[in-house]
């Protein structure tokens, strides 16, 4: 008998926040970077299976499944963008790793933190295959929940040191000054996109709201840099001019998702776009020259999250920073789920009904 | 602010056994066959997304999704033959409900136990639409996790109060008998299928193997018998010969499913067969007379977990039969999540890294 059958370890959001802070932010953020690019390379063990999505009125709720034969992984999460109104996330995530061999779950984790960190760690380590060298500077345009883990993303992996904030928002970008300070970078909170994006190597748009549908215009963009795009993210919602991405090598997670959800919604079904495995695998090529603007076109994809949920669950143990939740049944006798219930009459206090 | 937005009330396998065990069985299958109807009297409101099914050499891994514009829900369940041989359920599963207006969830609940409270309550409910008048003698052939849950959902909704059992293997009718003593059943142990159907004007045929794929041939069907067909399930999986559904009105949860999971899966794909939504909204005919074999092809459904999920939720309140998880990140200021990481490691005894 396999002891403990019915428990799954649940990752709160308490316990990922003390899990973040005692590994350190950036050593999770590079550790994690790590366990994506790993995935990345093996990108044709993966089962992709399109994300399922429930559309309303006001936002929607998707379950991003994927598989890579051994290990079975999904995603719930939200989009509601009018949430932040009543005080709540737009975005709130969970997610789930089973075994495929025997159906059952092996992790139960919050992921809304999680989700943010393995976003930043995606956007670093494509930039590290498309940025240009010793790129020190990054703009970061729209300084909401995500900009503080793009920061540290791009330190942790490429050495990024310098960075140029700008929202709409001023507060946003004092908030941002003030959670990343002490943490070595040179900062310049800055009044508009066209001040921000001066000398910036790598530019970063992740702004949150639809209707600043054109972020970064043509002109604001120069030879060699390397444009992270992250808020454009579902359909309708974009961030660049069309113009930026026709001068652009475009680099993308997962083709047909990305068609849909991402800048490239704005161009020909047919426009040519490379996955950003086949550059890690060396099956395409990356940045040509110093000269071209690259540009990761980054929507989020399942095997993002199923890297993520591998490692929180390689680097748990021993920690205590999980709860065992008893969420499966457990008979002694698989077929006498009955009698089970009829036993914890007889041991509880309770009468059986 | 809204109190608490980070908490998920949790419903673990003790806490569903012992909220079974308060309300009393026989009662929680007639109130949740109650919200079964009621949900399927609505069909037409439902979001009927397809069930997204992760195949692999040992088994399924499957995400159920549907919502009714306000409530979503989604079952998690994995179906794995071979887990038997070492201690594990063939099915095991859970569930959550989630407020569409926003995206939270509201409930997350064990639905190993849920499941099978739930497909039982569903056959119920169909054969209370179908079954002939004053029926009261069932046989049960599979005599494993399912029978005692199928053997009170019919005492409950329809007054049966004689079971005829029979099982390949013995010792799981003796459990069965021994699970259903004192709970007002007159049960005969059968040696045969031949045997259990004697006399019975209801069976169920409830068996887990893919191998035994006839566990009812035609001449043992007469007329006026009402068949609750549980077992086939998946396709390849079917318990009954093609030529009773040939005499039979076929009844179904959800066509497109029932084509491929059900047992008419042995029929052609224009086969006439009927939604059982349509019966309870006297849209379609049920039982046209005392003669006809009524068959309902079970093979589960969405909708039947969402409203097993909404009716537990309904009866939770005030009983403290669940844990609140901390699931959802609550930062004060949504935008902050990279600030409240920060406060947690001040608030707490860890450093921030």
Redesign the interface.
Do not use: C, W
């Given at each position: 008998?396999?002891p403990n059958?019915?428990l799954v370890p649940?990752v709160?959001?308490?316990?990922m926040?003390?899990l973040?802070?005692?590994?350190?932010?950036?050593?999770?953020l590079s550790e994690l970077a790590a366990y994506v690019e790993e995935d990345f390379r093996r990108w044709e063990s993966f089962?992709k299976?399109p994300r399922?999505a429930?559309h309303?009125a006001?936002?929607?709720?998707e379950?991003m499944?994927t598989?890579d034969?051994r290990i079975?992984g999904?995603k719930?999460v939200?989009?509601?963008p009018k949430?932040?109104r009543?005080?709540?996330?737009?975005v709130?995530a969970?997610g789930?790793l089973?075994d495929?061999?025997?159906?059952?779950?092996v992790l139960m984790s919050?992921m809304?933190?999680l989700t943010?960190l393995r976003t930043a760690a995606t956007s670093a380590v494509a930039a590290k295959h498309l940025a240009p060298r010793d790129a020190s500077c990054m703009a970061i345009i729209g300084?909401?929940?995500?900009?503080?883990?793009q920061a540290l993303a791009f330190k942790a992996l490429l050495g990024v040191d310098r960075l140029r904030l700008y929202d709409i928002d001023p507060a946003?970008t004092q908030?941002c000054v003030?959670?990343l300070q002490d943490r070595g970078f040179e900062i310049a909170a800055c009044r508009s996109t066209e001040e921000a994006v001066e000398g910036a190597d790598i530019i970063t748009t992740v702004t949150a709201d639809k209707q600043y549908a054109t972020i970064l215009t043509d002109n604001m963009v120069g030879a060699g840099i390397h444009i992270n795009a992250v808020g454009g993210d579902c359909p309708g919602k974009t961030e660049l001019h069309r113009d930026i991405l026709l001068r652009s090598d475009i680099f993308v997670e997962y083709t047909p998702q990305t068609r849909i959800e991402g800048e490239i919604q704005q161009l020909a079904a047919d426009h040519p776009v490379t996955e950003l495995w086949q550059v890690m695998t060396g099956a395409a090529p990356g940045r040509a020259d110093a000269r071209r603007i690259t540009l990761f076109d980054s929507v989020g994809f399942a095997t993002e999250d199923f890297s993520a949920l591998r490692y929180v669950r390689d680097v748990l143990a021993g920690t205590g920073l999980y709860q065992d939740?008893?969420?499966?049944?457990?008979?002694d006798?698989?077929?006498?789920?009955?009698?089970?219930?009829?036993r914890?009459?007889r041991e509880?206090s309770?009468?059986?009904?």
């Open positions: 008998m396999i059958l019915n649940f709160s959001v308490d316990h926040m003390k973040v802070l005692r590994i350190g932010v950036e050593r999770f089962d299976t399922v429930s309303s006001d936002g929607v709720i379950l499944p598989s034969g079975y999904f719930y939200n989009g509601h949430n932040t009543e005080g709540r996330q737009t709130t969970f789930v089973s495929v061999a025997n159906g059952y779950p919050e809304t933190i943010a300084n909401g929940a995500q900009a503080e883990f946003a908030k003030r959670n939740l008893d969420m499966l049944a457990d008979p006798e698989p077929r006498d789920l009955f009698g089970m219930i009829l914890a009459g509880g309770v009468s059986p009904g």
